[in-house]
């Protein structure tokens, strides 16, 4: 039996009807608008694309919008004193600074300068310390965009297998924080990892997060498992550009339960969360109620 798409897009747009809802709300009830700030340094032209559609959507929602594009050869001082200003500025709630930066900038030193209650992508170590320890933080985006279409698939996860396929610090890893958070039992499996598809066999979900287009086929996929699909590659196909995920989208539909596509799974829900994140860091920021349904 095929199995139910997970229908990323369509649920980003409810993601995104609330947040609208809340940022509404807070102006009219409060008089503040939420600002988000992404830093871009380079010209990569994939992340200008993110850039622009964070962009787009953030206006949509009613959310101020600032755009700081640097040079690729801009230096760290300069890049510190920009991240600096955002963290000054009580109009800014979120600050982003893209990933990955050019390779003479030190990215763990860039993202720890960001102050932890605007690190609307949870990347700073103390916010990745209270996400382990079990304390409000803020999430990054791509895991809890993949926790929210879990749990509304499933209701509860308590007791279920999961596999998170990749460790980056953006994505692997707190994934698997947050599922450990919601009573999985959790695999992390990388480049290194014995026997990867008996691993993947076992899970009852599995989250593939490595970079590689469709490295995994459908057959290492147990018998209605639901998987998430967080690969987002580029590849030429019949001379078409094609946007993949890390899984074989065609074999794993016939045996998962549950599949979210590439493009239309966790890309849009990643934004919905980035504006969500930046409208609880503003509720937060002003001592306000935090939006309920929008946090992990
Ligand atoms: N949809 C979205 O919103 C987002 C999508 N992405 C996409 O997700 C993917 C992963 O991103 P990111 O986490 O940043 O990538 P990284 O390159 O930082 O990490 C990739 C991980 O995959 C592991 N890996 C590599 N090859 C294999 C292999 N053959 N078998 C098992 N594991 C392997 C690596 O293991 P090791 O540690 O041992 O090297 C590493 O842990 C990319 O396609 C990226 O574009 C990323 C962010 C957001
Ligand atoms: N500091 C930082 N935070 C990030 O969250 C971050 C980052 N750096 N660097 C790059 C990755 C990648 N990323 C994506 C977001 C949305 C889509 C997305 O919306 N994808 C659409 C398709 C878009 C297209 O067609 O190109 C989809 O999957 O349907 C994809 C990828 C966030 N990232």
Known sequence: MAAQIIDGKAFAATVREKVAGHVARLKEENGITPGLAVVLVGEDPASQVYVRSKGKQTVEAGMNSYEHKLDADT??????????????????????????????LNEDLIINSIDPAK???????????????????????????????????????SGMDAVVIGRSNIVGKPMA??????????????????????????????????????????DWIKEGATVIDVGINRIERDGKNKLVGDVDYASAVERAGAITPVPGGVGPMTIACLLANTVTACCRANGLAEPEGLTA
């Open 75 to 104: 230096s760290e001082e300069d890049l510190l004193a920009v991240v600096n200003q955002l963290n000054n500025d009580p109009n800014v709630h979120g600050i982003l600074v893209q990933l990955p930066l050019p390779g003479h």
């Open 177 to 218: 924080q947050l599922l450990l958070g919601d009573s999985c039992t959790v695999t992390i499996a990388h480049s290194r990892t014995k026997d990867l598809p008996d691993v993947v066999r076992r899970a009852d979900i599995v989250v593939a997060a490595v970079g590689r287009p469709e490295m995994v086929p459908g």
């Open 119 to 157: 690190d609307v992508d949870g990347f700073h170590i103390s916010n990745v310390g209270l996400l382990g320890t079990g304390q409000k933080s803020m999430v990054p985006c791509t895991p809890l965009g993949c926790l929210m279409m879990l749990r509304d698939h499933h209701g509860s996860l």
